[in-house]
């Protein structure tokens, strides 16, 4: 949530004369993103959102994100459209850092969402997953299943200060999800950070998708329990019975799970809250001395862990036949 | 530079029913302001600025503020114009803050202002000096000579592991300031902080002043003497007098000086440098740990006033007869 690079007048001046968006009449430093400086842009032509990359994204999977979004959008999907230069090329660079200009999308992000929010997300999910059915690349998930065990050594022995037992927990759900872990579910595109942060709403309609920066080729399923998580539950770890029902009916109006992925959904759900409540641990562990950034709870995962140690069906999770 | 208070999408629709302008589209926390957290405000009437009021601003000098933007905005000035809600008053609350909406302004700062922009400035100051003239409030300038010296003993004996000597640099312009400080100059509102930052451009054209938080009601002159020291120097201290000349033309252009004014600019130049010098002294001695916003380098003006000590006369500063 900082703008890390400062953009002069005349360094954005000289990078948007390589586009044609018109000429340039306002820029602001947002307070948006984690990982990149994001700039609000306002040109004779529009309104944009300009993004400078910063040293956490791997320039190497610029290309797959960018190529990604266009292809969604082209498909009709609401989500921020890379804009080509000149050259016909989308990704630049500006103050050293790669650079890309993308459509701005109006729309708000909700703090806590509805039973009505959590239906239209499912039906944005399923549309995201066939919109990218026929993208021709695809990007690994470095967060999935065998990141999990080198990311909780990296937490160390530190992990029982932040909560006691967190180390006996996590140990326990390691085996279980390393043992069982769901293969060959039906897979493509996933989005994959699609918390309520990302998601536009304008009044109760669902507006657009954004921050495609950990999307990968994983299984659809995967995707669905990560929403599961994000949207569903009380920062106590309480599961709303109620939106869970919505969002999986929202997904399956236009995707139906098949029988393996509703077999599957338990254990999704309990490894994409272990894959949040890792990140955050690590991160909460190693913040940084007058950091801007303000580290997220790790502990909200952990709560949500106790649901998941506990459900045994995807009925749990409000799927109905 | 910073978003210090979160606001909710529930938050903001809530007070957003309070105006006139539509429903809400999007908003973006921006990093502008050192002393409040501001939004870029999307809505179905336009764009807009919405500004929470930090403890660092003085609520009982609101009111101020805001009338003193709709006089300006009503005489035509480009300068944001604050909206009234609907029971006809424009300052409201929004999280526990004083909160007000104003008009979006486009346009960009130049970090290295021409002489083309110093001469705009000048045209602009006047102009918001006779736009100024019948605004019926007073406030006095809480950051004029009276408080320098107090605000010297606030820096106490750390001012000298800033630089070597300054002091004994400062103790000899207190004691000339003291003495031959000008009173009963043509005065009335002032901006008194016009620095680039706070100048908007669209192309070479000058579209806008913004950020009215240290307006008060003062000479005219020293305000020119302010834009003086923002506009004409390198950070190194060294004067541009093609650029001091294109101002005060302009300024000209639209308010001629007086004589006694013409006679005070050079010592009104040396004040100003030091006022800036020393909230800057005290800023960078007093930042605290983990802070938000990085403090301005207060040398940039000890060097500044190496040649205010040296300067003789107006024409020192570019005036022309």
Redesign the interface.
Known sequence: ???YTEV???A?TAFLAQYEIG??????????GVENTNF?L?TTAGSYILTLYEKRVNAGDLPFFLNLMQHLAARGLACPQPIAKRDGVALGELCGRPAVIVTF????????PTVDHCRALGVALAGLHRAGSDFGMTRANNLSVESWEPLFEAAGPAADTVSEGLTERVRGDLAVLRAVWPRGLPSGVIHADLFTDNV?F??DDLSGLIDFYFACTDAFAYDLAICLNAWCFEPDGRFFPDKGEAMIAGYQSVRRLQDDEVAALPILCRGAALRFMLTRLVDWLNVP????VQPKDPLEYDRRLVFHRAAAHARDYGWRE
Do not use: C, N, Q, W
């Open positions: 949530m900082a703008v002069s007048d005349e954005l000429t340039l009449l306002s820029y602001k430093g947002i307070a948006e609000f306002h999308l109006d729309g708000v992000s909700v703090k806590r536009f304008i009044g001395p007058g950091a801007l």
